[in-house]
């Protein structure tokens, strides 16, 4: 039993296109340095996207048996190397996870074998298709996944909420271990959206640049689409005290809300709503949230709904916080994003360094905050925000509280 109710974060594994791991996702995270680049694997295709933040120089058998790709769509391999990175970089072993919890967020699941899929009826008229076309791409595939290969036996799921995804599954095992049902969870999530017939689809939503993620900045015209991973380890403090674990941070308040109001247009009253009950679950006051991570994906609509919200919850403080999107850095990985988000605030929590918001120029309309404009700042500081909020206006914020 959890007799504190205190939540650890004790692992850490992360890939995007930064990086194949949390060490160099890191090291450009807190210089600002952006991974965004030219769009690859798309020759002649007619998207009239250019700009991505794709996993770069990634061979699935440097990661896998040889005979494993044909088994996991990239979602899952992705899920898995963050999640195999987690558990060893917390300690564990996989006969110390069989009670644990995995609970893994994703937008999309298993895109790539859809895309497959409809490739060989559509275009090839292949009268059947490959035997493990279901397993390969059922939203809970990176679940399932992560259990079978880290040997976690106790619950196992997927949770999806589009870009709340990572937020609102690691809130769910977060309530697991308060209540005692698990004193360890795997938790964060995946997704891997480069396929033709989805890149299409974002296309005709309008929401993506043609140039690069300038997120609240005047001349912003849209968020850059990423992939990836990231994945935490999280115990029960009483566990992790009593294993010797290293502990990164608190997983100290949990909010989350829902709009019902717009499918696409944000709102800022339910932003506001899922930070005041982040806050509130951490008995936090605002002042003494010092950085938020933000949700930040440079569309028109988001920036100042954002900007907006957390001037309501704030007030006076909002003018004191420092406010930065990592998007900027490594892209809008969809539902991996707060997982990537995540560790980056606990690494900047960590080693006193806030990341800043790349690529910015000067503010946009109802852009009023401080962004930490393109270049780090070295900041003590005790507590931050991490906001994620998805299409249909579903709100996840995770409040993060230093070490110690």
């Not at 930490?372 to 900041?379: E, K, R």
């Not at 925000?385 to 998805?390: A, C, E, H, Q, R």
Request: charged share 15%; aromatic share 6%; hydrophobic share 40%.
């Amino acid at each position: 039993m959890n007799q504190s109710g205190a939540v650890a974060i004790t692992g850490l594994g992360c890939i995007s296109t930064l990086g194949h791991d949390v060490r160099t996702n890191w090291a450009a995270l807190s210089k600002g340095l952006s991974g965004i680049g030219e769009l690859e694997g798309f020759a002649n295709s007619g998207l009239r996207i250019h700009k991505a933040a794709q996993v770069r120089h990634y061979t699935p058998t440097d990661h896998f048996a040889p005979a494993d790709p044909a088994l996991l769509d990239r979602h899952s391999q992705f899920a898995v190397i963050a999640a195999r990175e987690a558990a060893a970089d917390a300690g564990l072993s996989e006969g110390d996870l069989g009670d644990a919890a995995a609970v893994i967020g994703t937008g999309c699941g298993g895109k790539e074998t859809d895309e497959q899929t409809y490739q060989r009826l559509y275009l090839d008229h292949k009268p059947r298709v490959h035997p493990f076309t279901i397993p390969r791409g059922m939203p809970s595939a990176a679940a399932s996944q992560v259990s079978m290969q880290l040997g976690v036996r106790g619950p196992a799921f997927s949770v999806s909420s589009a870009c709340a995804s990572t937020n609102h599954a690691i809130a769910q095992a977060t309530m697991m271990i308060r209540s005692g049902m698990v004193d360890i969870a795997i938790s964060g999530g995946t997704d891997a959206p480069f396929t033709y017939g989805l890149l299409k689809a974002w296309e005709a939503i309008r929401v993506l640049s043609t140039d690069t993620c300038r997120p609240f900045s005047i001349d912003r015209d849209g968020m850059v689409l990423g992939e990836g991973a990231g994945m935490v380890i999280l115990e029960s403090m009483e566990h992790a005290s009593r294993r010797g674990a290293r502990i990164y941070a608190e997983l100290a308040g949990l909010g989350m809300s829902a709009d019902a109001a717009h499918i696409t247009d944000p709102s800022s009253d339910g932003a506001a709503r899922a930070m005041r009950y982040a806050l509130a679950d951490a008995r936090a006051k605002p002042e003494q949230i010092t950085y938020v991570n933000a949700h930040g994906t440079g569309t028109i609509q988001n920036d100042p709904s954002e900007t907006k919200a957390i001037r309501q919850v704030f007030g006076g403080h909002a003018d004191d916080l420092l406010v930065s999107s990592t998007k900027s850095i490594h892209g809008h990985a969809l539902g991996a994003s707060g997982g990537i988000e995540l560790i980056a605030t606990v690494l900047s929590l960590r080693h006193g360094i806030i990341t800043p918001t790349a690529n910015f120029t000067e503010p946009g309309e109802g852009c009023s905050l401080n962004y930490v404009p393109n270049l780090p700042v070295s900041l003590d500081y005790h507590m931050a925000l991490s906001n994620s909020f998805g299409f249909g206006g579903l709100n996840s914020v995770l409040a993060i509280r230093a070490a110690g």
